[in-house]
């Protein structure tokens, strides 16, 4: 049947054609006012407060330990908020039955969806920034020197749009009310255990933003002091995430009814540029490395100017031998002058003893699956100025105030760098050429290891002694120091450290060689030190 | 010709909704009448454009729907208010209109002004920046007129719109419909008898998917005469037709 009806003219069509920015600004002002992201900022920033912050705070005031151990905390502590606001928004308009009114509108879905994505991100990111603002304000306040990693925050920040747009699809195609807790969960879960599938520097794993740096490493005191931070892993998660962003968002452009042909295409195109973005940066993390300093190395991503050293000015302690930190160390500077000042007080002028004692960086070195070798927490020779013998400092990897299981106390430090002092006497009182201490033995005549051991009885002044004890230090007999005890024996297999026996002579005669003045005993030493070494002192010949 | 159907038949499953429909139409408004299932609804959908038809072609606003481009062209020109009327409950009644003013690419710099005029239609404008939680269902019915109405439309589809209005409002609205159809064609599907003949120029009766009545409201009228069962005239037509039809 057809309905017939008076001829009509045909009605102008009026040129409909709006400009696209302007209406785009209208409408992420809407989506930005009425969005669920603002009810949920609260718990986002509660969230990193009582996980990132309070984390990140605790570490000591240092820029790369705070920005490096925030990275991942921060994206973990913002997905529930992110991926929740994104997946309900996402499944908005089919959980509130606008589908149809919305569908036959002019402008493709795709417009409007980008829109909703658009503003949870914008919002999600101003309360990062903000939580940012005030970490990274706090470290600034507090640290001694550095500036801010820009790139742990640029990689997190990248990381919510990433999420935002996971949770946005997850919501988009599977709209109901329990999609958006189901999603958290997944994703919550996806991100937390990517870092730990991790397994050695050529991890495709590492690509997870979830790390920021070599994962059997993590966030070390030496990364990024002595060397500038190498932004090859960064680079390859930024450029991960953002593939993953693209190919995301452009999925959901993909399907029919979201706009035209031409739209389509290019949402097609889009997804598989961004999937190969992603897939490059997964490759590439594949053939990374651990460098010395601790840091991930990507050939391909590689600047070979990162590998400069950071200029600095040392803060150095007025000891007998002069002992130099790194500035980002400051704080320290009092704890290794009171490990370290007696034995450098006994040292200084004698043949052999350094003429200055510099910080070093640490040097890390991948050993088999997950074990990465960290050289920190001892003495090495190397060559200053003028050919001057000058010896190399390298702080313990950890620090007090780093969390740790047993906590890890400032005299725990002390104890750990005091450790240092017996190698050292040894290796100046011996005169052994070896370059790295530690290993030497007390091996020489009675009258050189009664000398060694006087030396190192007096080092220990009774501030350090109170330490000492305090700190429960490992000892194998009064007054010898687990070092020391190595030095005797030889590393044992196992770790268990012997029982050293010394003889009866030797202990009197550095009982006695301790209790002389100190200027006695260093004139002594400088008088006497070749003849010792050679062997031409006895024990009864000890002052 | 706004609307050109030649012979549309829409299938769910095995469930023919529409049954060969051809109609044409020009400005005016137009009832749509019948009783439940008659696929009132699918019709107007599948001029919507919300689905396809199975068989059978549509040109709405001289353009063909199946395209792209034209689609989106006839789009802009589209008003639609669904049966069931879906919202955002935190949005307002301004930026409710707003929204779809955006999204059916009303030029920016008219948006503000035709906001206000289709609430101000639908006589909203003191309620205007009330959210839609807590606005009445009369109300939330207008707050969708207005949406449907808000970028002037060439082709009006409006799904029960007097549900939930109240007698002033009603006759109200049926000023409007009459005043949108002097330059639009407005389709309005209703089982308010009454609606239609205060407010319609045409009249178009359908039963089991198919258009049983097409004519003035006069003609259905006059179907009733001596015939069909129910209070007013134009209610005793509707059944009639309705009765010859099923004979």
């Known amino acids: 049947m057809t309905v017939g009806t008076a001829p009509i003219a045909s009605a102008p069509i009026r040129p409909a054609r709006s400009r696209t920015g302007l209406a785009a600004g209208r409408l992420l002002r809407l989506e ?30 240092m820029w790369n330990l705070r920005t490096m151990n925030m990275q991942g905390q921060a994206l973990l502590d913002f997905v529930p908020s992110v991926v929740g606001a994104a ?18 509108t002019a402008r493709p879905r795709w417009f409007r969806q980008l829109a909703v994505w658009a503003a949870t991100t914008g919002w999600a990111l101003a309360a990062y920034a903000g939580c940012m603002a005030v970490l990274y304000g706090m470290t600034a306040h507090q640290a001694h020197w550095g500036g801010p990693l820009l790139w742990p925050a640029t990689v997190a920040a990248v990381g919510l749009p990433a999420l935002a747009a996971v949770g946005f699809a997850i919501g988009t195609a599977w709209p109901s009310r329990f999609t958006a807790p189901l999603a958290v969960v997944v ?28 994962n059997d490493v993590g966030p070390d005191p030496s990364i990024a002091t002595f060397y500038h931070y190498l932004p090859d892993l960064p680079i390859a998660q930024v450029m991960f995430l953002v593939g993953l962003t693209v190919a995301v968002l452009a999925a959901i452009g993909i399907p029919a009814g979201s706009g035209g042909q031409w739209l389509r295409r290019s949402a097609a195109i889009l997804t598989a540029c961004g999937l190969a973005a992603a897939g490059t940066a997964v490759y590439l993390t594949g053939t990374a490395r651990l460098d010395v300093h601790g840091m991930i190395a990507i050939p391909a991503l590689h600047d070979a100017a990162s590998n400069r050293p950071i200029r600095y000015t040392p803060v150095c302690a007025r000891t007998a031998i002069p002992v130099c930190l790194n500035p980002a160390y400051a704080a320290y500077l009092a704890d290794v002058r009171t490990a370290l000042a007696p034995a450098l007080s006994e040292l200084a002028g004698l043949p052999g003893a350094p003429a200055s004692i510099s910080q070093a960086a640490t040097i890390f070195h991948q ?38 299981s047993p906590v890890y106390t400032n005299d725990d430090f002390i104890v750990q760098i005091y450790e240092l002092s017996p190698p050292l006497i040894d290796r100046v009182i011996s005169g052994t050429r070896r370059r790295r201490l530690g290993v030497a033995a007390l091996t020489g005549p009675d009258a050189e290891q009664a000398v060694i051991i006087g030396l190192v009885t007096a080092a220990r002044t009774a501030t350090l002694t109170r330490i000492i004890r305090q700190a429960n230090m490992i000892q194998v007999a009064p007054d010898v120091p687990s070092s ?40 002594w030493l400088v008088g006497h030190l070749s003849a010792l070494r050679a062997g031409r002192i006895t024990l009864a010949q000890l002052p | 010709m706004n609307v050109e159907i030649t012979d549309l038949t829409r299938r769910f499953g095995r469930a023919v909704a529409v049954a060969g429909v051809s109609l044409q139409a020009g400005p005016g408004v137009f009832g749509l009448l019948g009783p439940n299932g008659a696929g009132k609804t699918t019709l107007l959908r599948t001029m919507a454009t919300v689905i396809t038809p199975t068989s059978g072609t549509v040109r709405l606003l001289d353009r063909d729907p199946a395209q792209y481009g034209p689609r989106r062209e006839i789009r802009r020109r589209l008003g639609y208010l669904p049966q069931n009327l879906g919202y955002y409950p935190n949005f307002t009644v301004a930026e409710f209109v707003e929204y ?12 503000p ?11 909203l404008g003191d309620r205007a ?31 029960e719109p007097t549900a939930g209005l109240d007698p002033e409002q009603r006759v109200s609205f049926r000023s409007l419909l009459r005043d949108l159809g002097t330059s639009a064609t407005v389709v309005v599907s209703t089982h308010l008898v009454e609606d239609v003949g205060a407010a319609c120029t045409e009249v178009m009766l359908m039963a089991d998917g198919k258009l049983v009545f097409a004519g003035t409201p006069a003609e259905l009228t006059a179907k009733g005469t001596d015939h069909g069962v129910g209070d007013a005239p134009l209610e005793r037509g509707y059944s009639a037709a309705l009765a010859e039809a099923r004979s």
């Not at chain 1, 997946?87 to 036959?104: K, P, Q, Y």
């Not at chain 1, 991100?191 to 933003?209: C, E, I, T």
């Not at chain 1, 005797?488 to 297999?493: K, Q, T, V």
């Not at chain 2, 779809?100 to 948006?111: D, G, I, N, W």
């Open chain 2, 129 to 159: 920046r009330s959210k839609l939680k807590s606005l009445s269902g009369g109300m939330l019915r207008r707050a969708g007129i207005a949406q449907a109405i808000v970028n002037e439309p060439q082709l009006l589809l409006l799904d």
């Open chain 1, 32 to 61: 930005f006012k009425r969005n669920a992201m603002i009810w949920l900022i609260p718990v986002a920033v509660g969230l990193f407060w009582f996980d990132c912050y309070r984390q990140s705070v605790a570490e000591p005031a």
């Open chain 2, 113 to 123: 002004r035709a906001v206000a005029a289709a609430i101000e239609r639908v006589e």
């Open chain 1, 484 to 523: 020391l005890a190595i030095i005797s024996a030889g590393r044992p297999p196992g770790g268990q450290l012997p029982q050293v026996r010394l003889p009866a002579g030797v202990q009197a005669a550095a009982g006695r060689f301790a209790a002389l003045p100190a200027a006695t005993r260093h004139a």
């Open chain 1, 367 to 404: 050993e088999q699956a997950n074990q990465v070798l960290i050289n920190g927490g001892n003495l090495r020779i190397v060559k200053g100025r003028g050919g001057r013998q000058s010896m190399a400092l390298v702080l313990p990897d950890q620090l007090p105030g780093e969390p740790s």
């Open chain 2, 100 to 111: 779809f003013a955006l999204l059916k690419e009303v030029p920016s710099a008219r948006v």
């Open chain 1, 187 to 214: 994703v919550f879960f996806a991100l937390g255990l990517s870092s730990q599938f991790a397994r050695g520097s050529s991890s495709y794993f590492q690509v997870s933003p979830g790390l920021s740096g070599a």
């Open chain 1, 87 to 104: 997946a309900w928004m996402g499944s908005r308009e089919a959980r509130r039955g606008l589908t149809d009114l919305t569908g036959i």
